[in-house]
């Protein structure tokens, strides 16, 4: 098999972050990346485009242009770990040995597990941002409804941005609201879960801009079917008592925003490095594999209880980078990561919610109060995501600047 230094699965936020801060500290590395795609997305502005704010064109550059100089680039998915052989074998057979591994390969969408939907994405009034190809439908959606009845829903924990579902309905809302037809539109959002977003000092700001678009909120109702030339949405309600049966019930819709379920890849459980519900193992504090200590893994496939978000990648990437190099120093490994996360609720268009919290739902504001109080609804947080994120994403994150992610020390 061919030989790398360092093998990164995953040519996503975490990957190409990882890869670019290792060749900042170690110019020449001998570092292999393998991602099957020949396209790289900003996931974080399909909610812009879903709202009119961002183009898709935006979002998405090729992979030919992310990828750091001097990795090699093998476009194959990787299809089998072996961790006892410290190799990966990649879709067309070859394998690759590694001395340090990384993983970072992101989470599985499930459209299939909700019945119908796949065959009628992109019509009969069915969108998601959560796919490139579909946030332009959603905004086309949106300003083609005038009157009727709007569904959005939120599949169970954990999902990428948690506070995605609901960003897409406020900034539609916002336009009714602006169109002045928000009045003949009934909009209601269908949440798996039983709260509006797991960090409570968020929760008033989310509940008030529910409240003035006249949002109608069902807590515990799962999206199971859809009927697309029917247009009407199957949900299972969840049984209001321990033991009890859930109940189906089915609504009619003019526009459905779903976001589908979602999981690790089955990947990881072949190769006996995933925790009991799929994903991978790592020790929340190094991003170190809990069995493999030459595994390291970042971003949405982490099994760690931070927010599956870019901003978590950011401040994860130059952990990973510094704990690996540790490693091959033999030195012991001292920075840590306190389980940042990042989710910019757009609740209008101007005016965002700045959710930023850690391991336990811990605030870790960037901001000083004074400055920006990240729970309520601020213009700055707004220029952040609209402007200052972007930028920091494709021109300091993807390039291993980290000036804004200066990993903590470990008290070892
Ligand atoms: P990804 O960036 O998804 O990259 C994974 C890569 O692995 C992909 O390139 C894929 O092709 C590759 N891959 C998959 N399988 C294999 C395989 N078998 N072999 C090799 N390569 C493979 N985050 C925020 O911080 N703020 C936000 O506001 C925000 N909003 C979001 C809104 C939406 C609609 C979505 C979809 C996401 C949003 N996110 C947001 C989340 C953010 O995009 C992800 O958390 C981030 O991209 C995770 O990085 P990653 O590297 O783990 O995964």
Redesign the pocket.
Known sequence: PNAHKVVI???????IAVAASLLKRQAGMDIAI????EQ?SY??G??MVGGGIFTPESTRRSMSTVMPKGVHWYRE???GIDADAHEVTLGDGRKLRYERLVV???LELDWAAIEGLEETLGKNGVTS??RYDLAPYTWQLVQSLRSGRALFTQPPMPI??AG?PQKAMYLSCDHWQREDVLGQLEVTFHNAGGVMFGVPAYVPALEEAVKGYGIEVQFHQRLIAVDGEAQTARFEVAAAEEGGEPQIVEQSFDMLHVVPPQKA?A?IKDSGLANAAGWLELEPETLQHITHPDIFG????SGTSNA??????RKQAPVVVENLLATLAGDSLAVGYRGYG???LTVENGRIVLAEFGYGGELQPTFPKWLNDGTRPTRLAWQLKARGLPFIYWNLMLKGHEWLARPASRDV
Do not use: F, R
């Not at 393998?34 to 795609?37: D, G, T």
């Not at 970042?298 to 496939?301: E, N």
């Open positions: 699965l995953g040519g996503g936020a975490g990957g393998v991602e099957p795609s790289h996931q974080p399909w909610t998915s990787v299809v970072a390969i992101g941002n959560y990428k941005c995605a890849p990947l970042l971003g949405d496939i599956k978000t870019a901003a978590a990648v990042s989710c910019p």
